[in-house]
């Protein structure tokens, strides 16, 4: 997957921006987790017969400016949920970087092999949250990772974009032009109540190269 170098990168904040028409698109087939894999044995025995994973695909764009970098996701959603209200839940997403070798995908890293998670909710917005996650449960904020978000809803479809800059004064991933990292993604939907590790994650890592 190319993060595409641009002059100037300001506008794509905004998902409806006429500039990401000139960013090459890669489509992410999402697969749900197991229940069997949940820490929890009331999430468990809840899941257990029904379908995880209601989003099939995620659509990913990615550019920098040699100070920030923008990802635009976008998925098909029917309905547009943005507050935790009784039973229903938000929608989410994350951007997914292991940060010791092979960190499995499915449980959101292990205790030996974390992974940094960009996670988005519409009610965290602008602020999305930065998180280093050692699998299901065990997670914790990143507060000098700062990360920003804009999202949109629109005709059955969510487009969201989330900006960093490449330099970060954390222990989250380090992004620099001419290298490469590897990504993920996982998207939760929230009108099938699908919430903390009841997700849909694309099932492997991908090579994430920024031009120079």
Known sequence: MLVK???????LLKPNASEWAS???EALALV????????????RNAWKDRAIGAVKEVRVRAA????????????????ENRQHVEADFPDA?????????????????????????????????????????WGLGAMEKQAGDAIE????????????????????????????PGSSVSVAVAVWEGGAGERAGINAYSETWRELRLEP
């Open 149 to 176: 978000a804009s999202s949109r809803w629109e005709q059955g479809t969510w487009s969201l974009v989330l900006t960093r800059a490449l330099a970060n004064g954390s222990d989250a991933v380090s992004l620099n």
């Open 32 to 43: 749900g987790t197991t229940a069997a894999e949940q820490p929890n044995r009331y999430i």
């Open 5 to 11: 170098r641009v002059a100037s990168a300001g506008a």
């Open 93 to 133: 997403a994350a951007l997914l970087f292991p940060l010791n070798g092979e960190a499995p995908l499915s449980t959101m890293g292990s205790a030996d092999h974390p992974v940094n998670a960009w996670f988005w909710r519409p009610d965290l917005e602008p602020a999305p949250e930065s998180l280093i996650a």
């Open 23 to 25: 960013v090459p698109e």
């Open 64 to 79: 920098h400016d040699g100070e920030s970098v923008y990802f635009r996701l976008e998925w098909a959603d029917a309905s």
